[in-house]
């Protein structure tokens, strides 16, 4: 089966533009979450999707992030505008519905703010 | 709420030897345990999973952990290093549903030759 797919590999932008991410999950699986891993650091959540709800976007800097699931399988996530502080891979993971919550994880987007 | 505790964010060993890399874990709930492994410029690899079955799991590329209640540690080893084993090495914790994970630092893993 086809894994998890992220778009584009690598982002350079200056800070205070906008850039936008996309994922695409493992067919069927209902569970998408959002990660950010800073250099030297572990993932750290962002946000997490079941279809198209939002379950938990308590770490996501709402003031410039957005983040959105049209129809329960792709997923789209927004930095408006960026800070310096930013630059960190953007990795996207799904899982599927109950059972021991593996996560699978895409390749990630790098992204460098100038 | 869950956390982890990698011991050594940097690990270095001979080829053929023995590798060790340490997790320790905290949870109020019983937990799912996980080690993911990471290669340049790729996303998350998922090496093993603990899943309140047996307490020795065994995973891909001949690594494997034990887990260990009393101790809260969920170890990862793998008998002999072989230089495609150079990579991040990240431990996980998560409960039981679709909770996100929560992810210790990582211990990067080199390999001597």
């Known amino acids: 089966e086809a894994g998890v797919a992220q778009s584009p590999r690598y982002k350079i932008i200056e800070k205070r533009q906008s850039v936008a991410f996309w994922c695409n999950p493992i067919s069927g699986h209902a569970t998408l979450y959002w990660y950010q891993q800073i250099l030297g650091q572990g ?5 997490q999707f079941q279809n198209n709800g939002v379950v938990d976007d308590s770490q996501l800097p709402k003031d410039r ?14 930095i408006q505008p960026a800070k310096l502080e930013d630059s960190a891979v953007y ?3 799904s899982s ?6 593996i996560q699978y994880f895409g390749a990630g987007t790098r992204l460098s703010v100038l | 709420a869950q956390s982890v505790t990698q011991l050594g964010s940097h690990v270095s060993v001979s080829e053929g030897a ?7 874990y905290s ?8 080690w993911y492994v990471q290669y340049p410029n790729q996303g998350l690899q998922l090496l093993l999973k603990y899943t309140s079955a047996a307490t020795l799991v065994k995973g891909i590329n001949g690594f494997e952990a034990e887990f260990k209640k009393s101790e809260t540690s969920f170890h ?4 002999s290093a072989h230089m495609s084993d150079a990579a991040e090495y990240f431990c996980a914790v998560g409960i039981s549903g679709n909770t996100p994970l929560v992810f210790g630092k990582g211990t990067r893993l080199s390999v001597i030759a």
């Open chain 2, 27 to 34: 949870s109020s709930v019983p937990p799912y345990l996980f």
């Open chain 2, 76 to 79: 990862l080893t793998k008998p």
């Open chain 1, 96 to 101: 599927s519905q109950g059972g021991p919550n």
């Open chain 2, 18 to 24: 023995l590798v060790l890399l340490r997790c320790n």
């Open chain 1, 65 to 78: 992030f957005s983040a959105e699931r049209l129809k329960g399988v792709d997923s789209t996530l927004k």
């Open chain 1, 43 to 47: 993932p750290k959540l962002l946000i």
């Open chain 1, 91 to 93: 990795l996207c993971a």
